[in-house]
């Protein structure tokens, strides 16, 4: 069993950055795919970033390279740094990984599936203009 545990949301002014981090708890030994995901009220869930079980990394279009995912695997923490935040970018963000790669797609975008895997609780992140 696994359990992910987000921090770093906020409330920040537009320009502001944030930097969001996922601890996963619990023993980890095959590869996983990982990725945040944001889901604002009334919208639906949206994929943000994710690195893919070969170390390769996806930003979803809307990043538009103000954020960026890492991992640190000894610690077993995936974090997401965001900066120029705007004030779309309000919604609860949480963390997922799946086991030996992401099942949950749309249009051929992949993101780890929770159904097969795990997800955090999520945190805040609030942006005013």
Request: negative net charge; hydrophobic residues 30%.
């Amino acid at each position: 069993q696994v359990n992910l545990v987000e921090t770093g949301g906020g409330s920040v002014q537009a320009g502001g950055s944030l930097r969001l981090s996922c601890q996963a708890y619990g023993k980890i030994v095959a590869s996983y795919c990982m990725g945040w995901f944001r889901q604002a009220p009334g919208k639906e869930r949206e994929g943000v970033a994710r690195i893919e079980t070969d170390g390769a990394i996806v930003y979803a279009d809307f990043v538009k390279d103000r954020f960026s995912i890492s991992q640190d695997k000894e610690k077993n923490i995936l974090d997401l740094q965001m900066t120029s935040l705007e004030p779309e970018d309000t919604a609860l963000y949480f963390c997922a990984m799946e086991r030996m790669g992401c099942t949950r797609c749309r249009d051929g975008d992949c993101y780890p599936n929770e159904d097969f895997g795990y997800r955090g609780q999520g945190t805040q992140v609030t942006v005013s203009s």
